[in-house]
């Protein structure tokens, strides 16, 4: 399996930035797909995850401003993530794999996402 992450880029605080994960390869095992994120000296933090049929799971830091859904047509993950906080300044990670829950088999490469004014 191999996941392809876009979307990130440079936002203001309070701004809103997308993050699309398209995965290709042998999908049918594919169950969870989510988002971890990394800064320098920190440990991998889970942001927010999705089953195939819809059950999502959210770091509490992200509740209420993030929104993970999934289009399983097109093997996409997304994360729209709304009023955005310098906090959230990190590398965006893909994870995809068969288990009900993260963390999943799989890694994309990251995608920066820099919250700046």
């Known amino acids: 399996v191999q996941l392809q992450a876009s979307g990130g880029g440079l936002v203001q605080p309070g701004g809103s930035l997308r993050l699309s994960c398209v995965a290709s390869?042998?999908?049918?095992?594919?169950?969870?797909m989510g988002w971890y994120r990394q800064t320098p000296g920190k440990q991998r933090e889970l942001v927010a995850a999705i089953t195939k049929i819809g059950s999502t799971m959210y770091a509490d830091s992200v509740k209420g401003r993030f929104t993970i859904s999934r289009d399983n047509a097109k093997n996409t993950v997304y994360l729209q993530m709304n009023g955005l906080k310098a906090e959230d300044t990190a590398v965006y990670l893909c994870?995809?794999?068969?288990?009900?829950?993260?963390?999943?088999?799989?890694w994309g490469q990251g995608t920066q996402v820099t919250v700046s004014s």
């Open positions: 994870n995809a794999g068969p288990l009900w829950t993260p963390p999943y088999d799989y």
């Open positions: 390869g042998s999908i049918f095992s594919i169950n969870g």
